[in-house]
């Protein structure tokens, strides 16, 4: 099973704009049913609500793909440019071909 739960900074409040929010006030616990509108303790990654906002994207058995991932986000996923390990040098600037350079005529 993957999950994907995704999450922003700055806190949500228990209302119905947060995924875990549930209206009828009970849930149910580990030592059996709790008083509360929060589901999220239920969940395997639990969040600090008041702290970040908690977003759960997908529950399945498929590995999702960077493109489907961006669509769940709501936004197109960029591919950034490896960093190189500290002790490497880098001998050409970003961007350089060496087509363009080696012609010679």
Do not use: F
Not at 48 to 67: M, V
Not at 86 to 104: A, F, L, Q, R, Y
Request: charged share 30%; with cysteine; aromatic share 6%.
């Amino acid at each position: 099973m993957i999950q994907i739960v995704a999450v922003e900074e700055g806190g949500i409040a228990c209302d119905a704009g947060c995924p875990y929010y549930e209206e009828s006030g009970v849930v149910r616990g580990y030592g059996g049913p709790l008083k509360t509108h929060c589901r999220g303790i239920m969940e395997d990654v639990v969040v600090n609500c008041e702290k970040l906002n908690p977003k759960q994207l997908y529950k399945g058995k498929t590995l999702l793909t960077a493109k489907e991932i961006g669509k769940l986000l709501g936004m197109k996923l960029q591919k950034e440019r490896k960093l190189y390990p500290v002790e490497h040098k880098e001998i050409h600037p970003v961007g350089w071909k060496p087509s363009k350079s080696s012609k010679k005529v």
